[in-house]
C-alpha cells in the first residue's frame, strides 16, 4: 500500500490529481487482496511516461500507459470518456476529461467506480460501498445501452457475481437477456477467457446457475448439462463436448488423456502408472470417485516411471543379445507390467531370470 500510496503522491507533486479505481479499492474494502492496481489521473499519457519508468505504451491511443516503480508494475488511465463503439465492443474514440466524476460514469459496474486517494481515504461517487454492503451488483447507467456498447460486459456482469457471490439487479439480468445475441460477436479466445475464471472460481455452480438463467448457454455454444465439478478443465470437458473453444496444447493433452482414462478401469496399477495425477484427480470428480483413495494406490505403486526399474536398457540387451534397440519398447512395457502386479519383484537378479525365462531363446 506505500508504494501504491508514493505513486499517487508522485503524480500529485506534478499538480495532477490520481486515484486508485476498480478492483484494488473494492477488495480492500471487503478485506480481500487484489494484486492489479489501476490508477486514473487527469495527467495525460505522454506526461505520465515522463513521471515514470514505462512497461508498456500500447494503449497510449485509448489514454493507457503501463509503468513500473519499484519493480512493480501499475496501469495508469487518463480520465476519458468513450464514444463510437463499434461490434458491440471495441470504442473507436476517446476524449480526455478533467474530472473523476466523469471518468466513473464511463465504468461497467458501480461497485468497481470505488477509488483511494493518496492519505489512504476512499472516495466515493456513485454509493460503490452501499452496493458492496448489499452484495449487489448495478450498472453505471442504463444497462441496456451499456451492455449494447461493450458485449463483454455481459459475461464481466457473470463473472464479479460468481467470484464475488454477488447478486445481479434486475435491471442487469433483463438487459442481458434482451442482448444475449451480442455474445455471438466475442471471439471464442475472449469468452474463454471469463468462462475460464468463472469455472476456476468456487463459487462456479452459482456462477453456471447464472448462464442459465440469463438463457446464455446456447449463444455461448455450450452443452445444456451440468454436474459441478471441482476442476475447471473437468467443466469444460462437459459443456463444450465438440472443444469449439481454444485450449493450449497442455489443455488439449489433459482433454486427450482424460477422455482415454473415463474408459479406464482406476484399479488397474498399470492404468495409474502410466497416469498423470492431477489427470487421475480431474477424472475421479468426473466419475465421483474418492480420489484420496486413488492417490494412496498411485503413491504407493512399487514403481513411479521407467527410471525406477532397478535394470537399464544397456544391460537389457547385453542379456538378451539384442542389436535391434526397437524391442526394448515392448520389453519395457512386459517388465512394467509384472513389477506393478507384482509378480516378479524389482530386483535386478529377479528381473534377469524373468527375462531368460520369457525372451532367451
Known amino acids: ?3 501504491i500510496i508514493e505513486v499517487l503522491k508522485k503524480i500529485e507533486s506534478f499538480g495532477y490529481s490520481a486515484y486508485v479505481v476498480g478492483g484494488f479499492p473494492r477488495d480492500l474494502y471487503m478485506g480481500k487482496t487484489n494484486v492489479d492496481i489501476d490508477i486514473c489521473t487527469n495527467a495525460k499519457p505522454k506526461k505520465i511516461i515522463k513521471m515514470f519508468e514505462v512497461e508498456n505504451s500500447d494503449g497510449i491511443k485509448y489514454g493507457v ?35 473523476l466524476i466523469e471518468d466513473l460514469y464511463r465504468r461497467d459496474f458501480v461497485i468497481n467506480t470505488l477509488c483511494l486517494d493518496s492519505n489512504g481515504n476512499y472516495i466515493d ?13 448495478n450498472m ?12 463483454l460486459r455481459i459475461l464481466r456482469a457473470v463473472r464479479f ?63 445444456k448439462q451440468y454436474i459441478d465439478f471441482k476442476n475447471p478443465l473437468a467443466i469444460w470437458l462437459q459443456l463444450d463436448t465438440e472443444l469449439k473453444y481454444p485450449y493450449t496444447i497442455e489443455e488439449r493433452k489433459t482433454i486427450e488423456n482424460i477422455r482415454k482414462l473415463l474408459n479406464e478401469d482406476l484399479s488397474d496399477k498399470y492404468i495409474l502408472y502410466k497416469s498423470n495425477i492431477n489427470d487421475l484427480e480431474i477424472v475421479c470428480d468426473i466419475k465421483k470417485i474418492d480420489f484420496n483413495k486413488i492417490k494412496e494406490k498411485y503413491e504407493n505403486l512399487i514403481i513411479k516411471n521407467r527410471k525406477d526399474i532397478n535394470i ?13 534397440k526397437s524391442m526394448l519398447k515392448e520389453i519395457y512395457i512386459t517388465l512394467e507390467k509384472v513389477i506393478l502386479k507384482e509378480k516378479v519383484q524389482n530386483d535386478k537378479k529377479e528381473i534377469k531370470d524373468f527375462l531368460l525365462t520369457e525372451y532367451k531363446k
Open 65 to 99: 500507459v503501463k509503468i513500473k516503480y519499484k519493480s512493480k508494475i501499475y496501469e495508469i488511465t487518463t480520465f476519458r470518456k468513450e464514444k463510437k463503439y463499434i461490434n458491440n465492443r471495441i470504442p473507436t474514440k476517446i476524449k480526455y476529461v478533467n474530472n
Open 312 to 324: 537399464d536398457a544397456d544391460e537389457i540387451c547385453s542379456i538378451l543379445n539384442i542389436e535391434d
Open 140 to 151: 453505471v447507467g442504463n444497462p441496456y445501452y451499456r451492455l449494447k456498447e461493450d458485449c
Open 125 to 137: 461517487l456513485l454509493g460503490a460501498r452501499k452496493d458492496i454492503d448489499n452484495k449487489i451488483i
Open 161 to 223: 457475481a460468481t467470484i464475488l457471490n454477488f447478486k445481479l439487479s434486475d435491471e442487469i439480468k433483463k438487459s442481458i437477456i434482451e442482448n444475449k445475441e451480442l455474445i455471438k460477436k466475442l471471439s471464442y479466445e475472449r469468452k474463454k477467457e471469463e468462462l475460464d475464471k468463472i469455472f476456476s472460481s468456487e463459487n462456479s455452480s452459482y456462477g453456471m446457475h447464472l448462464l442459465e438463467e440469463l438463457q446464455l448457454i446456447d449463444v455461448l455454444d455450450l452443452n
Open 1 to 3: 500500500m506505500t508504494e
